[in-house]
Each structure stands twice: as C-alpha cells, then as structure tokens.
C-alpha cells in the first residue's frame, strides 16, 4: 500500500471523528502537491475552501490572556462583545491601512 493510499485509509478514519476538518484534508493535499499530483490538490482545495466558507460564517475563535474565546456570528450574548467588536474593527482597519487584503485561498492552503 503506497502512502498516499493510506493517508486516504487515515483520513476516512478522520473524517469519522472530525467531519469538516480542515487539517485533515490540508495533510492530504501536502502529500499530493509533494506528488505533483496537481489535479487532486486542486480537488482538495476546492473542497477545503467550501468548508472553510462554511466555518466562517459560523464562527470566529480568538485566543487573548491564555484563554480562547468563541464568537458566533449574530450571537450578542458574549459580556464583552461590544468591545472585542470594537478591538476586531480597529485592528481590520490598521491592517488595511498598512495594505492588508483578504485572501482566504492561502489560508486554506497554510501560505
């Protein structure tokens, strides 16, 4: 059995547990693209970017003071949530001022 057929057995076994996951279809599309078996990381990719749009429309996970907080999209109960909107607004704009622009193709492919 070649690696890339058992990274395929793994992540079956993986998608059991963690459907959706990210990670899991990102180590799959590295063992291609380390194939050069381009169509299947662009099969993967196309998959990755699908789940991730998923994702961020339901969530955001920021970490702060070694603790993680959750925020989920329309949900205004967090006791805070006026002033992490207020931090997360000032940091988006000091990063496009400094010439940020959104790209959620790399950050599925871990760019």
């Not at 050069?36 to 699908?50: G, H, P, Q, S, T």
């Amino acid at each position: 059995m070649s690696n890339v057929e058992i990274a395929k057995v793994a992540l079956k076994h993986m998608n059991e547990f963690e459907p959706n996951n990210l990670a899991n279809l990102f180590m799959l599309s590295n063992i291609y693209k380390d194939l050069r078996r381009l169509e299947d990381v662009a099969r993967l990719n196309i998959a990755m970017r699908d789940i991730m749009f998923k994702k961020l429309s339901r969530f955001s996970v920021i970490g702060c003071n070694d603790s993680v907080v959750e925020l989920y999209s329309l949900d205004e109960r967090h006791p805070e949530i006026e002033s992490i909107y207020q931090s997360l607004k000032g940091l988006t704009t000091l990063l496009r001022l400094n010439g940020y622009v959104l790209n959620l193709v790399d950050v599925a492919h871990g760019n």
